[in-house]
């Protein structure tokens, strides 16, 4: 473990190098700390599955999504100013366009449009027909932002990689050791340990009275030549620009599965769906799937545990991570360093009695 011994003291051990564990690393090194960050590339991460979409409308009520005022526009800073140290353009702005897939999706949409509207606008549905059945009619939700997570994680994982900062490994808890100055393991010490390794949290002694409950995420990627870009579709099921002539095509979640694996049901029902929706010729081209470590109350786990404050955890993001994940490592960073609150519906403290038996 060269690189291990390179860094024999930091101020962070994280680990997981998923969409939290850039972030986590990226606030530390931004306050100014050492950080050493353990990830085993060679396990499936649920952010390779997301398709990188921060929506600020959400469900079949079309309504805001949780405190979407507040995250928008702090994530769209924080890959924004991340995507600028990499040189990378990894933040698009694309609006969704709404094809109605009935009537009461087509009337929720009026109605929110004509009560709390804030990110909605009518557009015509004739735009769309030689490429769509639009029978319902369309809508487009704004301010959408679409972020490239594959060359946004990868790219910062080649910053930690040059700087020394990374080891691909697999991490054995059985090794970790709390010391007076912190924790231990293997060859480094650091001051505090955080988790962000998703679904391995689940099994970690110190987190997994959360309580978890995590879903799977499966997506399609499809070669659709004639259709446009610019935008991000949504039916029941979300169509989105992943490169070239290619879509990451898929729905949110599904509470009940088997294993982790791409399912043919799914490939199914989504190349049905395809055929329903879209008038031009498809190609699937890949399957994907991955589980997240999403929770009961929707909301995710952030703090440090009530017993062991060297022990900390960013988890339980859910399908919002894309948006959630800048602003709460951040707080966490900052809690950490300054003791400033973690955001209560957040914060690990509302299960302090649970982490503590």
Sequence with gaps: ?????????????????????????????????TCMVVNDS???????????????????????TWMIDTFLPFALKAYTDLGAQLNANIVKEASVV?????????????????????YLQKNNASDFEACMYTPFGTGQINQTIWIDLNLMITGWR????????????????????????GVSWNEIQANQILFCDGIASMENPYFKMLPFAPNKGEALIVEIKDLPNQAIYKNNMTIVPWKDQLFWVGSNYE????????????????????????????????????????NQERRPFVGLHPSYPAIGICNGMGTKGCSLAPYFAHQLIAHCEQGSPIHPEASLERFEQILKK
């Excluded at 080649?158 to 100055?181: G, M, P, R, S, V």
């Excluded at 498809?282 to 991955?290: K, L, M, S």
């Design 98 to 118: 709404l094809i109605h897939p009935s009537l009461q999706m087509q009337e929720s949409f009026e109605y929110r449009y004509e009560h709390e509207n804030v």
């Design 255 to 294: 509470w009940e599965f088997k294993d982790a694996n791409p399912s043919m049901d799914f490939r199914n029902k989504m190349e049905t769906a395809l055929r329903q929706l879209l008038k031009i010729p498809f190609n699937v081209v890949d399957h994907i799937a991955g589980i997240r470590p999403a």
């Design 42 to 64: 060679h396990t499936a991460a649920a952010s390779q599955v997301a398709s990188g979409v921060i929506n600020p409308v959400t469900g079949r009520r079309i309504v805001q």
């Design 1 to 33: 473990m060269d690189q291990a011994k390179a860094h024999k003291k930091v101020d962070y051990l994280i680990i997981g190098q998923g969409l939290v564990g850039t972030w986590l690393s990226y606030y530390a090194l931004k306050a100014g700390k």
């Design 158 to 181: 080649q910053q930690l990689i040059n700087n020394t900062q990374y080891i691909d490994a697999k991490f054995d808890i059985a090794d970790l050791q709390i010391t007076n100055e």
